[in-house]
């Protein structure tokens, strides 16, 4: 990536993170949030002269906020590039592929049969099992209904096992009442779960994330077909599996601690890919800044368009991203034809 693009694509994600820093329900004097982030920056003092209560908002409650909304949505965006890499369809996408409806379906699961109680590192793991089944899964059933279909063939296979497995979810939400509410507000998308949760997905955003990017090269390689790959020394199978692991994982990890948010895994990637070109050299890590300054900016829009009440950001994300998904399929569909 030339300096320029790196730049810019940094300034972007800043400034939105700093947006989000900003802007809330809460008022909490502009001036003094800059003279805090000031303040925290090493070798500077500067009194921000925010109160306690306004300290605490900006510390617990929006600092984490915007971090969850940034690894997640880099998490989702990234996943969704690792995808179309692996499959060669510029249509896959975590959600669209039945990943994150399996990564649901057993974060459900976790949380139904254990009541809640389940274990911190108990989540991300369930979410990975049902991550990487649901891919295959869809991957196995698109398959099976061969390449006549094109491009689409995988989508619609992931739309079906999307719903399927959303249909076992539903039917376990039912065998716990009383944590209904709890599950459909997570559903529905939510970041705002303070600094556990950006500790809790730390660590899986970051093996996943370095995997993928290390695998940048690979994929360009295996953009131009097997037969070439293989000529050229490399091993297909293996780098599909070790993509598919780490986009699974990355998506798991994202569902565990954000619930279902769709969509930014097609916008983010193809949006790249139009501004920048196809290498996934450069579209992995632009899609890892573009997808956390495009959740960031959504979870400012879910927070304050009704404030003080909240909008679930999965909500905004499907307002820009079914539009977005529609013109990507006619692009598509030509491009076939």
């Known amino acids: 990536m030339s300096p320029l693009v790196t730049l810019s694509a940094v300034g972007v994600l800043l400034a939105s993170m700093l947006a989000g820093l900003l802007v809330g329900a809460a008022g909490i004097a502009p001036r003094g949030v800059m003279l805090q982030l000031l303040d925290w920056l090493p070798f500077v003092s500067a009194d921000s002269g925010l ?3 306004e300290l605490g908002l900006l510390t617990e409650l929006r600092l984490p906020r915007v971090l969850l909304a940034a690894i997640v949505g880099g998490l989702l965006a990234i996943a969704g590039a690792g995808y179309q890499g692996v499959f060669r369809n510029p249509l896959a996408d975590p959600y669209l592929l039945g990943a ?3 990564a649901g379906l057993t974060t459900t699961a976790a949380i139904v049969f254990t009541g809640g109680d389940v274990e911190a590192i108990g989540i991300p793991a369930a979410a990975f099992v049902g991550a990487v089944g649901g891919v295959l899964l869809a ?25 399927f497995l959303t249909a076992i979810q539903t039917f376990l939400q039912q065998l716990r009442v009383e944590e209904l509410q709890r599950i459909y507000a997570w559903i529905l998308g939510d970041v705002g779960g303070g ?12 093996v996943s994330v370095a995997v993928m990017l290390l695998h940048g090269r690979l994929l360009d390689v295996l953009s131009v077909g097997d037969d070439e790959a293989v000529t050229l020394g490399l091993n297909a199978a293996r780098v599909r599996l070790v993509v598919l692991l780490a ?18 895994g097609i916008v983010v990637p193809h949006a790249v890919r139009r501004l920048a070109g196809a290498s996934y050299r450069i579209v992995l890590p632009l899609s890892l800044v573009g997808g956390a300054a495009f959740l960031v900016l959504a979870d400012l ?7 003080p009440a909240e909008l679930p950001i999965g909500v905004v994300t499907a307002f820009v991203g079914a539009p977005f998904f529609v013109a990507v399929l006619r692009v598509t569909r030509r491009v076939e034809t």
């Open 51 to 53: 109160a306690p209560v």
């Open 100 to 102: 994150a409806a399996g």
């Open 139 to 163: 991957y196995a059933l698109g398959s099976a209904a061969g390449r006549g279909g094109g491009t689409a063939t995988l989508v619609l296979a992931g739309v079906a096992v999307t719903s």
């Open 195 to 206: 600094w556990g949760q950006v500790t809790l997905v730390a660590p899986y955003a970051a």
């Open 247 to 264: 986009a699974s994982l990355a998506t798991a990890a994202a569902v565990a601690v954000s619930g279902l948010i769709g969509f930014v």
């Open 301 to 307: 829009i879910a927070r304050t368009v009704l404030a």
